[in-house]
């Protein structure tokens, strides 16, 4: 019994049980989607503007103690920065999950010098 009525759902079309419909209209579909992409491309923008200009969602603290003065990938999440504390100048080299003081600047110093005499020292203390 449920294989004849299997067999008669197969040949009645299936047209006879869908809802009328009315036509589609391609013309207003398609005026609506470049509209929805143009307000999406004006979003956008408007965004990608707005970080130019210097707006962030969370606004940085002014004054603090700490500032990265620069910041340089070294491949993979790899990189090294150069922060300032107190007016203390420091190398970091950031990893994936660390953090390691690579060199300390003194302000009285000249920095090349002392970079050249702590690699120096670091090199003689590994050998």
Avoid: Y
Wanted: charged residues 25%; hydrophobic residues 50%; contains cysteine.
């Amino acid at each position: 019994m449920s294989r004849l009525l299997f067999f008669i759902l197969l040949i009645v079309p299936a047209d006879l049980f869908a809802a009328e419909t009315a036509p589609l209209n391609l013309f207003r579909s398609g005026l609506k989607l470049a509209v929805a992409m143009a307000i999406v491309i004006g979003i956008m923008l408007l965004f990608h503007a707005l970080s130019r200009k210097g707006f962030r969602l969370l606004e940085k603290r002014q004054g603090g103690r700490i500032r990265v003065m620069e910041s340089r990938p070294m491949g993979g999440r790899k990189a090294l920065c150069l922060v300032e504390v107190d007016g203390q100048r420091l190398l970091l080299g950031l990893g994936n999950d660390r953090v390691e003081l690579l060199h300390h600047f003194d302000a009285e110093a000249n920095p090349a010098t002392q970079f050249e005499k702590h690699l120096r020292s670091h090199a003689e203390a590994q050998s």
